[in-house]
């Protein structure tokens, strides 16, 4: 499906790929979903393997982030627990961003606001105060646009020169972002 707007040609809808949970045991809630939904550990994130956190999961389509967050980046406390954000692969985060803007979509992270070490994602807020991010990169444990299977590990957008932190001169990453 093509649909021609002021912003720019899209090539069908935004996917659904990534789900971001807050817990203050990413460890423990991560094997619950795995024993209750059968889901796949795609990697921990941090030092402790046994206190990770974060704990990415996929049940093969989408990617689930169970993290235990270090910042506030979207006004929910850093002691957020249960949903968090859900994330959309676009086919042009340009055209999107411009689209959704254009909506008066308020951009509260933008390209020159992703945390270092984080995936490319811009973050929006939408009228009923739900948080989500668009991309062009299919977060790791999920499919892109075709349905072709992410890499368990992406690079992150210092490495790929997409944010104010230019590759390999990013301060260390601060864990639990998502």
Not at 109 to 114: A, N, Q, S, T
Not at 157 to 162: G, Y
Request: aromatic content about 8%.
């Amino acid at each position: 499906m093509t649909q021609a707007s002021d912003q720019g040609i899209f090539r069908g809808p935004a996917k659904i790929r990534h789900i971001a949970i807050g817990s203050s045991h990413p460890g423990r809630s991560a094997e619950y979903y795995k024993a209750a939904f059968g889901w796949r550990e795609v990697a921990r994130l941090g030092k402790d393997a046994e206190d990770p956190n974060g704990v990415v999961l996929s049940d093969g389509s989408l990617n689930i982030s169970v993290l235990r967050f270090s910042n506030d980046q979207i006004g929910k406390g850093v002691g957020c627990e249960g949903f968090h954000h859900l994330g959309f692969v676009v086919d042009d985060v340009a055209a999107w961003t411009a689209r959704l803007e254009a909506m008066g979509t308020p951009c509260i992270v933008g390209e020159h606001d992703i945390p270092p070490g984080a995936q490319y994602e811009i973050k929006f807020r939408s009228p009923d105060d739900v948080v989500f991010d668009i991309s062009d990169v299919a977060w790791p444990g999920s499919t892109a646009l075709d349905g072709t299977p992410a890499p368990d590990r992406q690079p992150s957008a210092a490495q790929e020169n997409r944010s104010r932190f230019p590759a390999g001169k990013a301060p260390a990453p601060e864990l639990g972002q998502g």
